[in-house]
């Protein structure tokens, strides 16, 4: 199966820590890097502390950082992406070779469309509009204190909201969670409340789609492990 290649191979490191949601210190070639860290929200419980990671190296002079923190591994030999902003440049590579085929055959693809008030991610075969979300909530570790149990659904529930309000009938569309990790599939969280469970079931009922795509990070680049539907109301 086709890979999405790094233009350069990801180097090394271990955080020592993470003094701010901006910034991470890492131990690489014996010396320790400040990073651009590009997840500035929480990840996970994680204390950042010996970490090991993965770091793309960047040629621009006039960044204050020469390293972005691209991957963490919570179990040795398990890596998770952290850098959400690259998701859609993954999605795009598996779209355009026609290995997302189950949910849909691309043909023709726009990104950052525009949608009344909204932009999405992509437009696909002038039909359908696709979200991708990237989401850094359940990640797998053995130490069940460093489990993330914060629920974004309110987030998302709202933003299906906003989609399908929107869609014509001839038209499709879908929100992508998107995993950097072997994720299992996306569960409500027991927690969540009555009136965000029926925003996604009215967005649901009217054709919005949901789906999961899984993917693996390494220090060449990007494989796809899986993709499928999922169903937030049992």
Not at 23 to 48: A, Q
Request: hydrophobic share 35%; aromatic share 10%.
């Amino acid at each position: 199966m086709k890979k999405y290649l790094f233009t350069e191979e990801l180097i090394s490191g271990l955080i020592k820590s993470r003094p701010n949601r901006f910034i991470m210190l890492v131990k690489t070639n014996n010396k320790i890097e400040k990073c651009h860290c590009p997840s500035t929200g929480r990840i996970g419980n994680i204390e950042f502390k010996n970490i090991p990671c993965l770091l793309s190296k960047s040629n621009n002079k006039n960044r204050k950082t020469k390293y972005t923190v691209e991957a963490i591994s919570p179990l040795p030999n398990k890596w998770v992406g952290i850098n959400q902003t690259k998701a859609n440049a993954y999605v795009e590579f598996f779209l355009q070779e026609n290995l997302l085929s189950k949910m849909i055959k691309v043909q023709e693809l726009q990104r950052e469309v525009k949608l009344n008030k909204s932009r999405i991610d992509f437009f696909i075969n002038n039909n359908c509009f696709l979200e991708v979300k990237t989401l850094l909530i359940h990640l797998p570790f053995g130490n069940k204190k460093r489990i993330s149990k914060f629920n974004s659904l309110e987030r998302l529930g709202k933003h299906f909201q906003e989609i399908s309000l929107q869609i014509k009938k001839e038209q499709r569309a879908i929100v992508l969670l998107c995993y950097l990790y072997n994720a299992k599939p996306f569960e409500v969280p027991k927690e969540a409340n009555s009136e965000i469970l029926n925003l996604v079931k009215k967005a649901t009922q009217r054709g919005l789609e949901h789906w999961q795509i899984n993917l693996k990070i390494d220090k060449k680049g990007i494989s796809l492990i899986d993709y499928f539907p999922i169903s937030y109301i049992k």
